[in-house]
């Protein structure tokens, strides 16, 4: 399966298929938590890049220090929201460049939560799409998007934040069972992994709509 071929089952502009494994490695899985951690790391260095730490020093007459605060800057992904979200509102546009990055930097994401979450034996690649197939559609900001939504689709989207909270815990526990139940079969139980997948693809809606910005359609109470 494709990113293409996923467009043909579903219209929503974010979209999710994750291939299932027949058999996946014992050994993997076992320290899938210490394999995880160089990817991750290259992860975390690119989604949080430009955070910074900015400190305030108050002084008084004398010189003295008498109180000083910090602030932590929002990184790559929080800036790209900031500046699409004003690029909607003032100009009604969605750079093309933007939205690319955008979509790639949560294909890695994916591929790697998928990874940490046992779907895959796949090493995640930080540009192959893998068994992880994701597709997000293309927006025209002017006649797709309404420029005044970016301002509360975070607030509109708190009831699925709600759900989602309860929904992870328990993928948590559904990724626990999976690690058990491969270490003794070699197999993912076909129903926990329907079910992780589909946490992820709430996520992904979710995140299309409040934070990417790339539809107007509210996402559906669906793990479809």
């Known amino acids: 399966m494709t990113t293409t071929d996923i467009k043909k089952t579903t219209a929503y502009p974010a979209r999710l298929e994750i291939d299932y494994p ?10 899938r938590i210490i394999w995880i951690i160089p990817i991750a790391i290259i992860l975390g260095l ?15 007459e004398a010189g003295e220090v008498i109180n000083t605060t910090s602030e932590t800057v929002g990184g790559l992904a929080s800036g790209l929201f900031s500046a699409t979200a004003l690029m909607i509102i003032f100009r009604q546009r969605y750079p093309r460049w933007w939205f690319d990055f955008s979509r790639e930097l949560t294909r890695f994401e994916t591929r790697v939560g998928a990874y940490m ?4 034996d796949q090493y995640p690649s930080t540009d192959d799409e893998q ?6 559609d293309y927006p025209d900001a002017e006649t797709d998007l309404n420029r005044w939504l970016p301002l509360v689709k ?17 993928s948590i526990f559904a990724v626990i069972l999976a ?3 491969i270490l003794f079969t070699g197999r993912y139980p076909k129903s926990l992994f329907d079910f992780n997948v589909g946490v992820s693809r709430w996520w ?21």
Do not use: C, M, Q
């Not at 027949?22 to 320290?31: A, G, I, P, Y």
């Not at 509109?156 to 328990?170: G, R």
């Open 131 to 136: 068994s992880v197939h994701l597709a997000i």
């Open 154 to 170: 975070w607030l509109l989207a708190i009831p699925h934040f709600i759900v989602l909270i309860f929904l992870s815990i328990a």
């Open 204 to 224: 992904l809606r979710v995140t299309a709509y409040a934070f990417l910005l790339v539809t107007d359609s509210y996402p559906p109470f669906s793990l479809a």
């Open 22 to 31: 027949e058999k996946l490695d014992r050994l993997s899985t076992f320290f």
């Open 179 to 181: 690690w058990f139940a």
């Open 117 to 120: 979450g046992l779907l895959t």
């Open 46 to 60: 690119v989604s949080g890049a430009g955070e910074t730490i900015t400190n305030t020093v108050f002084l008084n």
